[in-house]
């Protein structure tokens, strides 16, 4: 751990953490803003739903209950308060429990999806990655060349098409006109791997198709500024091999994708929870859109906390890993 | 005699070539931007669906919403697009949905821009501004903004208006950020300095380092009007948006709802998806070609 101490200085990690910390808790706030300034009571709607299910329970009574159960009665600021020791100082965050599926609590739901959507982040965008470097630096060498004007529109292309109609029309190829694969696989929390892996097969797909171009754009416009520079130049005097060649390349335009990819790490964690919806994979995105749909407010409030907590980590992630890989920054 | 004739040539030239080098000079970014071929073909997709949105306000050739055919009729000449479950006339549905994209599209970018500008030029100007605006940026940057849009959305079931200001609201720190660091670029250069030095007011300088910045903010505006149209696509598409605009986003929102998709029903999911591909393809071209275009004068 000796190499860590030259590459940060304490004052900078501290100042890094406690940045981190403030956008944590303006996330929190922001949640319960969200949910508690929009217009309309929480528990209408609940209770509407509870008495078309049971008759023969009092609406008032039921209101009052439940406004009770979920501190609604209390004024905004006290709500505000309980809400605030609820989820910073209880662990894990307490969010209630969810309105649809009753007694159980919403953090629950949303951290049992987590893994889902964490594992198809993973593979597609390691492969993505994988094959834009390629695309990438190769794109880069051939610049103003045919292949190379030709590449751009069509990688803006792929870039702006919605990933929900991208995902439409692979299931409309592969599962109805060519039959490899369903539609649609059900699995969920219990399944065996090889099950989970087939059914993620077409959405893990349809995820690299749609973040290849981004990856390319980005490696591609960096190796282009690395072209240009001084030690290309002096690596291509000093007759190096093709391949060595390309893979110092490789290595230079690595670095500022990385935090390119972390920075939009918001986008991408929207269009993979659309995907989610629309494959029926039991992720984050499906609970979270279905609980917005549905208003049920614990398990949106719980699935934007986690959400905004994953990024919050992966931002931090990028920052403190950054001079780790390029040895020629350091936070001191 | 002989001289004096060469002198006169050789002035006239030179004052043609201060014209031409004036000329250029003046037309530079637009002369560049129009030979180059990316910003020419978005340029003409983008003027494709533009006419396109304004015929579709004085005629359409059926009413979209009504039924006017048979039910899930394929393409054929009196329904160029084909029908829908319902028998609504798709390309009409198709051409009325370029307004609403459009609009939403301009609109949040517009938004975006005037909060990224403001707050990014403030950054990077006023040292002391700076920390505390980046970090609130930082706060909005983090937030997963599609997961929000869609809480917001059914809470607030928003008209194209509100929608273009939530997406606007959400998406300004990429503008304020970039904003941000070319003015404290900018703000390095000599004449700035001199500006500073003679104690021209801030206003002056401001409004310097706008006009110089104008190029890169209108290009990150057009990349964020692709976010708009992809924002809008998103919430229509999971019915959570202007439901009754009818953009092409509620288009595949109402195919997918109609198990469009189980039917064969290729016709109604084609063309909006690749409509709003293309619109966001051309305007990407143009952003990118405008960014380049200043990257490589500056």
Request: hydrophobic share 50%; aromatic share 14%; proline share 6%.
């Amino acid at each position: 751990m000796a190499g860590l101490k030259q590459r940060y200085s304490r004052k900078y990690i501290v100042k890094r953490l406690i940045g981190t910390l403030i956008v944590y808790f303006s996330a929190v706030i922001l949640i319960f803003a969200i949910e508690h300034l929009m217009p309309g009571n929480i528990a209408y709607d609940f209770v509407s739903r509870l008495i078309a299910e049971n008759p023969h329970i009092s609406y008032q009574q039921a209101l009052q209950e439940i406004e009770a159960e979920y501190g609604l009665n209390l004024p905004i600021y006290d709500q505000f308060l309980i809400y605030i020791r609820n989820v910073l100082f209880t662990f894990p965050p307490n969010f209630g429990t969810s309105f649809e599926y009753l007694n159980d609590p919403a953090i629950n739901i949303v951290l049992r999806a987590l893994p889902f959507t964490l594992l198809l982040i993973v593979i597609s965008q390691l492969i993505a990655w994988g094959v834009s470097i390629f695309i990438g630096v190769e794109l880069a060498i051939r610049k103003n060349k045919k292949t190379d004007k030709a590449s751009v529109p069509l990688l803006y292309f792929v870039y702006s098409i919605p990933i929900f109609w991208l995902a439409l029309i692979m299931i409309l190829v592969f599962s109805l006109y060519l039959h490899i694969f369903p539609a649609i696989v059900p699995f969920s929390y219990g399944s065996s791997i090889p099950t989970i892996l087939y059914g993620m097969t077409l959405p893990i797909i349809v995820v690299v198709i749609s973040t290849i171009p981004n990856h390319t754009l980005i490696i591609r416009s960096a190796t282009i500024d690395f072209l240009k520079s001084d030690f290309v130049t002096a690596l291509k005097a000093e007759g190096l091999k093709e391949s060595t060649f390309r893979m110092k390349l490789i290595r230079n335009a690595l670095l500022p994708s990385i935090t390119q990819f972390f920075m939009q790490f918001g986008y991408l964690i929207g269009g993979i929870f659309i995907i989610e919806s629309l494959f029926s994979l039991p992720g984050m995105g499906t609970v979270i859109i279905t609980a917005a749909l549905e208003y049920d407010y614990p398990v949106i409030e719980a699935g934007l906390f986690v959400t905004s907590v994953v990024m919050i980590l992966s931002n931090l992630a990028a920052d403190l890993l950054y001079p780790l890989l390029d040895p020629r920054v350091s936070y001191i | 005699m002989k001289v004096k004739n060469f002198m006169i040539e050789n002035k006239i030239n030179g004052k043609i070539k201060a014209t031409l080098k004036s000329l250029k000079k003046e037309n530079g970014m637009l002369s560049l931007l129009f030979h180059d071929m990316y910003f020419k073909v978005g340029f003409i997709i983008l003027a494709f669906f533009a006419i396109l949105a304004l015929i579709s306000f004085f005629y359409l050739p059926y009413n979209p919403i009504a039924s006017t055919g048979p039910l899930w009729s394929p393409p054929s000449l009196a329904h160029p697009f084909g029908t829908s479950a319902s028998g609504q006339d798709l390309f009409s549905q198709w051409m009325y949905g370029s307004q609403p994209t459009l609009f939403v599209a301009f609109l949040s970018a517009a938004i975006a821009a005037l909060f990224g500008v403001i707050i990014g030029l403030s950054a990077g100007y006023f040292a002391r501004a700076d920390e505390p605006l980046m970090r609130f940026a930082d706060i909005f940057l983090i937030l997963p903004i599609l997961p929000l849009l869609i809480v917001i959305s059914t809470f607030v079931r928003p008209t194209n208006f509100t929608a273009s200001v939530i997406i606007g609201v959400l998406s300004w720190p990429w503008m304020a950020r970039t904003v941000r660091s070319t003015a404290l670029s900018i703000k390095q250069s000599p004449f700035i300095e001199v500006a500073i030095m003679s104690g021209t007011p801030n206003r002056y300088i401001i409004k310097d380092i706008f006009s110089h910045t104008l190029p890169l903010i209108i290009s990150i505006s057009i990349f964020s009007a692709t976010g708009g149209i992809l924002f809008l696509a998103y919430m229509d598409y999971l019915g959570v948006g202007p439901i009754t605009s009818y953009a092409w986003g509620t288009t595949l929102f109402y195919a997918q709802t109609s198990n469009a998709l189980y039917v064969g029903a290729w016709w109604w999911i084609v063309p909006s998806g690749l409509s709003i591909g293309i619109l966001a393809m051309g305007l990407s071209l143009m952003g990118y070609s405008l960014e380049n275009a200043y990257r490589g004068v500056t």
